[in-house]
């Protein structure tokens, strides 16, 4: 599985945008980037997942960088709702004769300020 | 309404006791998965099996057993085995594990807390 790297946490005042980073070099060129978030104490929500080109959906938007190897998760218009812990994740690609697995990292934990 | 379904939300046992986590699905998901979290940690992949009967050891499997006899069930037992068992745990599915453009769904969670 490719890597991820992400900030400990971050900031952002309501209503703004918030811009979540994450690092990926290692990723190969059939996986896909996928972020979830956590609020506390509950299950893991799905947000976006993206290949190469960018997506938005009614939650966020997924800017990734021409060489796949970064991404950035946006929230356009930060709530107080969205003070969560964001995962950045890698899904790796079919491999024969193996399992894949959905693994997470440390996430970003995201408070936003009123 | 389709989605996991964990249960008990918050279970407390004895230490020594071994202890058995639920975790039912009817999204008709192939994929099963269970992972551990700590407080201010990121999720580990404990177990998850990809079809009836079949499952595969994750990151952090010793002292936790699985078993998967129907697609919608995935219970995880705790076992007196496991040093640290007091955790967030969560269970999740995806339609296959084998299909890379798919999303996971997670249940809400049990939290353990062995005393």
């Known amino acids: 599985d490719a890597k991820t790297t992400q900030p400990p946490s971050m900031d952002c005042a309501e209503g703004r945008a918030a811009n979540l980073p994450c690092n990926h070099s290692t990723i190969s060129g059939n996986e896909y980037v996928y972020w979830y978030r956590q609020i506390h104490s509950q299950g893991p929500q799905y947000i976006i997942h993206g290949l190469k080109n960018n997506e938005t959906n009614e939650m966020a938007s997924l800017i990734i960088t021409e060489d796949r190897k970064s991404s950035t998760l946006i929230l356009p218009h930060a709530t107080l709702r969205d003070t969560a812990v964001y995962y950045c994740i890698v899904r790796v690609a079919f491999n024969s004769g193996g399992y894949q697995k959905v693994t997470f990292g440390t996430g970003t934990k995201l408070q936003v300020i009123p | 309404d389709g989605g996991i379904t964990q249960s008990p939300k918050y279970l407390f046992r004895k230490e020594g006791q071994n202890v058995t986590l639920s975790c039912e699905q009817n999204?008709?998901?192939?994929?099963m998965y269970w992972y551990r979290q700590d407080p201010g940690q990121g999720l580990r992949l404990i177990y998850y099996s990809q079809i009836v009967n079949d499952f595969q050891k994750g990151d952090i499997a010793e002292g936790y057993s699985v078993s998967r006899e129907k697609k919608e069930s995935f219970p995880l037992t705790v076992t007196s085995a496991q040093k640290n068992p007091t955790a967030f745990y969560l269970c999740?599915?995806?339609?296959?594990?084998?299909?890379?453009?798919?999303?996971?769904?997670f249940g809400q969670g049990t939290r353990l807390t062995v005393v």
């Open positions: 999204l008709n998901h192939d994929a």
């Open positions: 999740a599915s995806s339609i296959s594990l084998q299909t890379v453009n798919t999303e996971a769904f």
